[in-house]
């Protein structure tokens, strides 16, 4: 085996001031390097992650808007093979004959027949020349849930619900019956003359379905004589 020689001007040089700059610049640069590589791993990384996390996001934001849009564009009442329902909304009064001045009630009831229902829009018109509505009372009614409400003169829309279940067919959600009470009426006689009461054509209960399905509502008015 060969002996390494070691002269006294390798000595000088490992321990000159060049010596440990050059070694300095070194442990730099390796430094360096490893630094930009560290740092371009994690850049990777990061991206990586995010597009996955977008394409995550993508596909939620897509489901959630096929799930909208599926509700707004629910399948007709034919293709879920829900059968021609009918329902009725009427009045009723106590008192048929009224003077001037007179205050009188008017209920509105609701007939759903066999199905049930979760809502009800009921849209009552009357000649406002004949009568004044004074008040609009739902203590008794069997939509127990304020939606929405408009007043003009001669036009009153008002539509209330109840919790369903989604299921048109039972009786323990939502409402089903032959006279349930939606509100009543309470107005005053300001001239003579038979007053009528009838109901808008957008009046209409729907089926506690899970679709808002619109029944088949068939509108009976009433007239008051007013003397």
Do not use: C, H
């Not at 996390?53 to 564009?73: C, M, Q």
């Amino acid at each position: 085996m060969e002996n390494q020689q070691y002269t006294p001007q390798q000595d000088s040089e490992e321990g000159s001031e060049e010596y440990f700059e050059r070694q300095s610049f070194m442990q730099s640069g390796k430094a360096l390097w490893f630094g930009l590589g560290s740092v371009l791993i994690i850049v990777i990384i990061a991206v990586v992650f995010a597009i996955s996390r977008d394409a995550g996001t993508d596909n939620a934001s897509l489901t959630d808007i096929s799930d909208v849009s599926d509700k707004r564009t629910s399948p007709s009442a034919q293709n879920r093979n829900i059968p021609q329902t009918q329902g009725r909304v009427f009045l009723e009064s106590e008192n048929k004959t009224v003077s001037v001045g007179d205050e009188f009630a008017i209920s509105v009831l609701l007939d759903t027949g066999d199905y049930n229902i979760n809502l009800a829009n009921i849209v009552l018109e009357y000649d406002n020349g004949k009568a004044e509505l004074m008040d609009i009372d739902t203590k008794e009614t069997v939509m127990t849930i304020s939606a929405t409400k408009k007043q003009e003169p001669g036009k009153v829309s008002l539509a209330r619900g109840v919790p369903g279940n989604a299921n048109y067919k039972d009786s323990g959600n939502g409402f089903t019956g032959p006279r349930g009470i939606f509100a009543k009426y309470t107005f005053k006689a300001v001239s003579s003359g038979d007053a009528d009461f009838s109901f808008g054509k957008d009046t209409t209960m729907y089926l506690d379905d899970g679709f808002g399905t619109p029944m088949n509502t068939v509108a009976e008015g009433l007239r008051i004589s007013i003397k």
